[in-house]
């Protein structure tokens, strides 16, 4: 009888330390779940923050585009100012010249730049 109390003991002794250890994991659990969550909520107004920027660079990027081919239409008619001005977008590396027409053939066209996103992650 004494070799069943004593195996009794055992099997509370270890009873105690896998509840320590189950609970230790369930609130570690519900850490990284909160921190996940903040985290969420953080790169969700991070976007939200860079969709007006991104949208108002894109009404810029159009009207610099506009100003640019107006620019090159007043340097192909003759005006003088236009055609310094060219020389130097084109110096910059604003304006590129047209590549050769074999260049054309053989190379992929550009891909323009599109929004990927369709918006912030939903839960």
């Known amino acids: 009888m004494t070799h069943a109390s004593s195996e009794r003991v055992s099997m509370r002794q270890m009873l105690v330390p896998i509840v ?3 609970f230790t994991m369930a ?3 519900a850490f990284q779940m909160t921190q996940v969550m903040t985290d969420r909520d953080s790169l969700n107004q991070a976007f939200g923050r860079q969709e007006t920027s991104f949208t108002e660079s894109q009404k810029l990027n159009t009207q ?3 100003l640019v081919v107006g620019t090159q239409k007043l340097a192909q008619e003759g005006n003088k100012s236009a055609v310094e001005l060219e020389k130097k977008l084109k110096l ?3 304006i ?3 590549p050769s027409t074999s260049a054309q053939q053989t190379a992929p ?3 323009a730049m599109e929004k990927k996103s369709n ?3 939903k839960p």
């Open 20 to 22: 320590i250890m189950a």
């Open 27 to 29: 609130l570690f659990f």
């Open 64 to 66: 610099f585009g506009g």
């Open 92 to 94: 910059i590396g604003v």
């Open 96 to 98: 590129q010249s047209p």
């Open 109 to 111: 066209v550009p891909v």
């Open 119 to 121: 918006g912030p992650v």
